[in-house]
């Protein structure tokens, strides 16, 4: 992985043994925080209310069982040996499955897409033993592409799973860092003052631990690993110690035997504890949410070796402890703590609250980089997004994402105060997520690995009835904090949904009445109006045609800039898209007009450029395309065709290739250029302004014609002169006799989201001054 672009290489077959044990120790502190942390809360969870603790173990030898299977055939089997296949260029999580259905099916939700995008190089499709679709998959891809309200099922499938996610990045850290905290309970100190303790503790790290967001992970990432190594060798220490010293036989306990045994007793309120079992696996979709990050190998020596055995251990000397001690029914006595010697009882109460902190750091660092996908798929308002580290990809910081969450933690952790109902909560949340990997999964399992529909139905039938079983054992607790994540996904669903229903409208709008480029050829080489100098960019979501705003704009002020450029910044179906494939370029015309289009793409998890290296590689690439298009070359050129026969070529820029045009520019004072000491002081200082002055470093072959000369040079001229952006200011309502859900989804939901979001152009930094909106209205 390019740690700068976060282009994935795929690497790891060819690298060391070395660098995979390295990742696979570095990702124990990013993948596994959550994960480690959950003994904590398990075995208190699950004994809190539905069943008791028992003379005769069988309800402590029954939840062993469930969770020592639970964590095999789920996070193992399904998770480390299935799931991490289906990555995406190297890419993990729900959108990856999403975005592998969308380069398989025309099922995207993307609606400026091109042929163009398709021969991208991130764009290959799966390899499979078997290449030839079956007829049923065949048939499946055709209804999918078929019926729209199958694609947008696929669509809402994603978005409930990354609003899930979200939810989780909530309950997470109030969970982990409440349980861990609740450790001060065991401590010195009389049974009345606690719930004055552990509340406001908690408080104060989850407000220290939001706070301190905006400084990144890449200062304090190095600490991560070995705090959750310390968490999992102690845990698994004092379970072998608790094994060793109270109950060796524990182990029989692992048989499914116990599980029948457990229900068959326990019947309805063992059905019920279900929900406190299934917390032993949440954080499990971390292996498949980072796994671009990391890599295959790494994530699955790091579980099967390490991560694994040391929750096998840490949950049966819980058990072996607990099958000696039968204080009473209480929660109280059958948590975490209560299994820990009294003697390192405070350092392992140290070890648990830095533990949370590093697992709740990892949950919200991957509700930041959901949130951005969201955004970068047009199915989420556009945020500010801060990249904290230079070096290491997907580090980054949504400061209005922060404070919601803060807000929204701390509520939760006030509100409940208890494990049981943040439990509740938190299990659904996790539940719910693995079901919709499980469903994307069996749709990849037929369209891009040709696997036979009989095998995806065993793979849900399978996983999708342990999951749903747990799904619906936590549903029954919707009134004891399991409505909390439906609230929360419902509340960001609708804002998603809304977001991208007025998007895609806006769009199909600007496409309805978009002005044919004939339009723009019958206006001549001036193109009808006073052409200044400068460049001008018009941005646009259309990727063909001109966009209304310019018809607008040259109607009411009918002067522009001596070089025109419609730049389209688009997002494709692929999480990186490499450099030297970035930029499209092409004519809008013939050349004397000076007028051209510029399609950038990015990937959904690609970082934007800030404006000056964006304004760099633009002018650079406009070069490239002219020496390039005017040589007789084949060069690297590749032709494309838009729907208005525009030729669009691919043109790296100077970071991709050292072969191409290079910029050069320095500042030039006015107050150099004029002539004597005289004049100089006579001119007020605001005149003496810094311009630029320009360069093109042409490579020697090949040899560019006298017409290609000129036109970088009237480039040249342009760039000296500055660059402007042109941005439409749209005013969308609902068209008059719509219905009424179309109104409050256009009128009011979308504008209001469009009011307090920011603009398209935020994301490459267009200094203010250098903007120019151009308002319009219309209805949709």
Same mark, same amino acid.
């Given at each position: 992985?390019?740690?700068?672009?976060?282009?994935?290489?795929?690497?790891?077959?060819?690298?060391?043994?070395?660098?995979?044990?390295?990742?696979?120790?570095?990702?124990?502190?990013?993948?596994?925080?959550?994960?480690?942390?959950?003994?904590?809360?398990?075995?208190?969870?699950?004994?809190?209310?539905?069943?008791?603790?028992?003379?005769?173990?069988?309800?402590?030898?029954?939840?062993?069982?469930?969770?020592?299977?639970?964590?095999?055939?789920?996070?193992?089997?399904?998770?480390?040996?299935?799931?991490?296949?289906?990555?995406?260029?190297?890419?993990?999580?729900?959108?990856?499955?999403?975005?592998?259905?969308?380069?398989?099916?025309?099922?995207?939700?993307?609606?400026?897409?091109?042929?163009?995008?398709?021969?991208?190089?991130?764009?290959?499709?799966?390899?499979?033993?078997?290449?030839?679709?079956?007829?049923?998959?065949?048939?499946?891809?055709?209804?999918?592409?078929?019926?729209?309200?199958?694609?947008?099922?696929?669509?809402?499938?994603?978005?409930?799973?990354?609003?899930?996610?979200?939810?989780?990045?909530?309950?997470?850290?109030?969970?982990?860092?409440?349980?861990?905290?609740?450790?001060?309970?065991?401590?010195?100190?009389?049974?009345?003052?606690?719930?004055?303790?552990?509340?406001?503790?908690?408080?104060?790290?989850?407000?220290?631990?939001?706070?301190?967001?905006?400084?990144?992970?890449?200062?304090?990432?190095?600490?991560?690993?070995?705090?959750?190594?310390?968490?999992?060798?102690?845990?698994?220490?004092?379970?072998?110690?608790?094994?060793?010293?109270?109950?060796?036989?524990?182990?029989?306990?692992?048989?499914?035997?116990?599980?029948?045994?457990?229900?068959?007793?326990?019947?309805?309120?063992?059905?019920?504890?279900?929900?406190?079992?299934?917390?032993?696996?949440?954080?499990?979709?971390?292996?498949?949410?980072?796994?671009?990050?990391?890599?295959?190998?790494?994530?699955?020596?790091?579980?099967?070796?390490?991560?694994?055995?040391?929750?096998?251990?840490?949950?049966?000397?819980?058990?072996?402890?607990?099958?000696?001690?039968?204080?009473?029914?209480?929660?109280?006595?059958?948590?975490?703590?209560?299994?820990?010697?009294?003697?390192?009882?405070?350092?392992?109460?140290?070890?648990?609250?830095?533990?949370?902190?590093?697992?709740?750091?990892?949950?919200?660092?991957?509700?930041?980089?959901?949130?951005?996908?969201?955004?970068?798929?047009?199915?989420?308002?556009?945020?500010?997004?801060?990249?904290?580290?230079?070096?290491?990809?997907?580090?980054?910081?949504?400061?209005?994402?922060?404070?919601?969450?803060?807000?929204?933690?701390?509520?939760?952790?006030?509100?409940?105060?208890?494990?049981?109902?943040?439990?509740?909560?938190?299990?659904?949340?996790?539940?719910?997520?693995?079901?919709?990997?499980?469903?994307?999964?069996?749709?990849?399992?037929?369209?891009?690995?040709?696997?036979?529909?009989?095998?995806?139905?065993?793979?849900?039938?399978?996983?999708?009835?342990?999951?749903?079983?747990?799904?619906?054992?936590?549903?029954?607790?919707?009134?004891?904090?399991?409505?909390?994540?439906?609230?929360?996904?419902?509340?960001?669903?609708?804002?998603?949904?809304?977001?991208?229903?007025?998007?895609?409208?806006?769009?199909?709008?600007?496409?309805?009445?978009?002005?044919?480029?004939?339009?723009?050829?019958?206006?001549?080489?001036?193109?009808?109006?006073?052409?200044?100098?400068?460049?001008?960019?018009?941005?646009?979501?259309?990727?063909?045609?001109?966009?209304?705003?310019?018809?607008?704009?040259?109607?009411?002020?009918?002067?522009?800039?001596?070089?025109?450029?419609?730049?389209?910044?688009?997002?494709?179906?692929?999480?990186?898209?490499?450099?030297?494939?970035?930029?499209?370029?092409? +004519?809008?015309? *013939?050349? =004397?007009?000076?007028?051209? /289009?510029?399609? #950038? !793409?990015?990937?959904?998890? &690609?970082?934007? %450029?800030?404006?000056?290296?964006?304004?760099?590689?633009?002018?650079?690439?406009?070069?490239?395309?002219?020496?390039?298009?005017?040589?007789?070359?084949?060069?690297?050129?590749?032709?494309?065709?838009?729907?208005?026969?525009?030729?669009?070529?691919?043109?790296?820029?100077?970071?991709?290739?050292?072969?191409?045009?290079?910029?050069?520019?320095?500042?030039?004072?006015?107050?150099?250029?004029?002539?004597?000491?005289?004049?100089? +002081?006579?001119? *007020?200082? =605001?005149?003496?302004?810094? /311009?630029?002055? #320009? !360069?093109?470093?042409?490579? &020697?072959?090949? %040899?560019?014609?006298?017409?290609?000369?000129?036109?970088?040079?009237?480039?040249?001229?342009?760039?000296?002169?500055?660059?402007?952006?042109?941005?439409?200011?749209?005013?969308?309502?609902?068209?008059?006799?719509?219905?009424?859900?179309?109104?409050?989804?256009?009128?009011?939901?979308?504008?209001?989201?469009?009011?307090?979001?920011?603009?398209?152009?935020?994301?490459?930094?267009?200094?203010?001054?250098?903007?120019?909106?151009?308002?319009?209205?219309?209805?949709?």
């Amino acid at each position: 992985m390019d740690l700068e672009t976060g282009t994935y290489k795929n690497l790891v077959k060819r690298e060391s043994w070395r660098t995979v044990l390295t990742l696979a120790y570095q990702s124990l502190g990013i993948v596994y925080g959550d994960l480690s942390t959950s003994p904590l809360y398990v075995f208190k969870s699950t004994f809190a209310e539905d069943i008791d603790h028992s003379e005769t173990n069988e309800e402590i030898y029954g939840v062993l069982s469930f969770v020592f299977w639970t964590i095999t055939l789920v996070p193992l089997i399904k998770y480390v040996f299935i799931v991490l296949k289906a990555d995406d260029n190297g890419e993990g999580g729900t959108f990856a499955l999403y975005s592998l259905l969308c380069r398989h099916a025309r099922v995207s939700s993307f609606p400026n897409n091109q042929l163009a995008d398709e021969e991208l190089s991130s764009y290959k499709k799966e390899i499979s033993n078997n290449p030839d679709p079956s007829k049923l998959g065949s048939r499946l891809k055709s209804t999918l592409e078929k019926y729209r309200v199958l694609q947008r099922i696929l669509l809402i499938l994603a978005l409930i799973g990354a609003c899930m996610v979200i939810g989780d990045g909530i309950l997470t850290p109030a969970i982990s860092v409440f349980s861990a905290v609740s450790g001060v309970e065991h401590l010195a100190m009389p049974k009345e003052h606690h719930k004055y303790i552990e509340v406001p503790i908690a408080c104060i790290i989850l407000i220290g631990l939001f706070a301190l967001q905006h400084y990144g992970t890449h200062r304090v990432g190095f600490l991560f690993a070995p705090v959750v190594i310390l968490w999992l060798f102690t845990i698994s220490a004092i379970g072998l110690y608790n094994i060793v010293q109270w109950n060796p036989h524990v182990y029989q306990a692992l048989s499914p035997y116990y599980m029948y045994n457990f229900l068959k007793k326990t019947q309805k309120r063992g059905w019920m504890s279900l929900g406190g079992i299934l917390l032993c696996i949440t954080g499990s979709e971390a292996m498949f949410a980072d796994l671009g990050h990391f890599s295959q190998l790494s994530i699955k020596i790091a579980f099967t070796t390490f991560v694994y055995p040391s929750l096998i251990l840490a949950y049966m000397g819980q058990a072996a402890y607990l099958s000696r001690h039968h204080m009473s029914a209480d929660d109280y006595d059958v948590g975490f703590y209560v299994s820990v010697p009294d003697r390192i009882k405070f350092p392992v109460v140290v070890i648990a609250i830095l533990a949370a902190v590093v697992g709740s750091q990892a949950i919200i660092t991957g509700t930041f980089s959901i949130i951005n996908q969201c955004s970068s798929l047009g199915c989420f308002p556009k945020v500010k997004v801060v990249h904290t580290s230079i070096s290491i990809h997907g580090q980054i910081y949504i400061p209005e994402i922060n404070w919601i969450l803060m807000i929204l933690c701390l509520a939760v952790t006030i509100g409940f105060r208890d494990t049981r109902r943040l439990g509740n909560a938190s299990g659904l949340a996790v539940i719910t997520v693995m079901l919709v990997t499980t469903c994307l999964m069996s749709v990849v399992m037929v369209l891009c690995w040709h696997q036979s529909i009989f095998r995806a139905i065993c793979f849900v039938f399978f996983f999708g009835t342990i999951e749903a079983l747990y799904f619906a054992a936590s549903l029954i607790k919707f009134l004891e904090g399991a409505w909390v994540p439906i609230a929360l996904a419902l509340i960001f669903m609708i804002v998603m949904y809304v977001w991208h229903f007025g998007t895609l409208k806006k769009y199909e709008f600007d496409l309805q009445n978009k002005v044919s480029v004939d339009w723009l050829l019958s206006l001549g080489p001036s193109l009808g109006i006073v052409r200044v100098r400068g460049i001008g960019l018009i941005h646009t979501e259309l990727v063909s045609g001109i966009p209304a705003i310019f018809s607008h704009f040259v109607t009411n002020l009918p002067a522009f800039h001596q070089v025109l450029v419609f730049l389209c910044v688009k997002s494709v179906p692929v999480p990186h898209v490499e450099n030297e494939e970035r930029f499209l370029l092409g +004519h809008v015309g *013939p050349s =004397e007009y000076r007028v051209y /289009r510029c399609i #950038v !793409r990015y990937g959904y998890r &690609d970082v934007h %450029k800030d404006d000056m290296e964006f304004e760099k590689d633009l002018i650079c690439s406009i070069a490239e395309f002219i020496r390039t298009q005017k040589s007789d070359t084949n060069g690297a050129a590749e032709e494309h065709s838009s729907n208005d026969n525009e030729k669009m070529i691919i043109v790296r820029t100077p970071l991709s290739s050292t072969e191409g045009i290079h910029l050069w520019e320095d500042n030039l004072d006015d107050s150099d250029i004029i002539g004597t000491s005289e004049q100089k +002081h006579k001119q *007020p200082p =605001e005149v003496n302004k810094t /311009r630029k002055r #320009v !360069r093109f470093l042409v490579p &020697d072959s090949p %040899k560019i014609d006298k017409g290609a000369e000129e036109e970088l040079q009237d480039l040249v001229e342009a760039r000296e002169s500055g660059v402007a952006y042109i941005v439409g200011h749209s005013y969308v309502k609902a068209k008059p006799g719509s219905s009424l859900m179309k109104k409050l989804a256009i009128n009011y939901g979308y504008e209001f989201l469009r009011r307090n979001s920011r603009a398209s152009t935020d994301a490459l930094s267009v200094p203010h001054a250098s903007t120019l909106e151009v308002g319009m209205g219309y209805y949709v």
